[in-house]
């Protein structure tokens, strides 16, 4: 079993920058593949962002690329997320999820644990 919650979330204008954290606990850290969703209102839930193990491979969605980055400290069993350039259509809630397989990138069906999330709101 592993808990995460992230943290981080806030408001800021078009163009500024946020960095969300997810914090982890339970099973060994390092065993986990680990991503980053998205739920805008009214939409489904979608892929951002993913790491691998150990952070050797990383995988991004298009709407995303250039601008954010993701990045783990296995040492301190933290996932991150920094997003630079935001846009008000970055507005959502943001998940955090752990993959027990162990690459950059899984449909949502191969996360089996995922944080409760934190609100991303982008002001034009």
């Known amino acids: 079993q592993v808990q995460l919650v992230e943290s981080g979330g806030g408001s800021v204008q078009a163009g500024g920058s946020l960095t969300l954290s997810c914090a982890a606990s339970?099973?060994?850290?390092?065993?986990?593949?680990l991503g980053w969703f998205r739920q805008a209102p009214g939409k489904e839930r979608e892929f951002v962002a993913g790491?691998?193990?150990?952070?050797?491979?990383?995988h991004f969605a298009d709407s995303v690329k250039g601008r954010f980055t993701i990045s783990r400290d296995n040492a301190k069993n933290t996932l991150y997320l920094q997003m630079n350039s935001l846009k008000p259509e970055d507005t959502a809630v943001y998940y955090c999820?752990?993959?027990?397989?162990?690459?950059?990138?899984?449909?949502?069906?191969?996360?089996?644990?995922w944080g409760q999330g934190t609100q991303v709101t982008v002001s034009s």
């Open positions: 999820a752990a993959s027990r397989l162990g690459g950059s990138w899984y449909p949502k069906t191969g996360y089996a644990y």
């Open positions: 339970g099973r060994t850290f390092s065993n986990y593949g």
């Open positions: 790491i691998s193990r150990i952070g050797t491979s990383t």
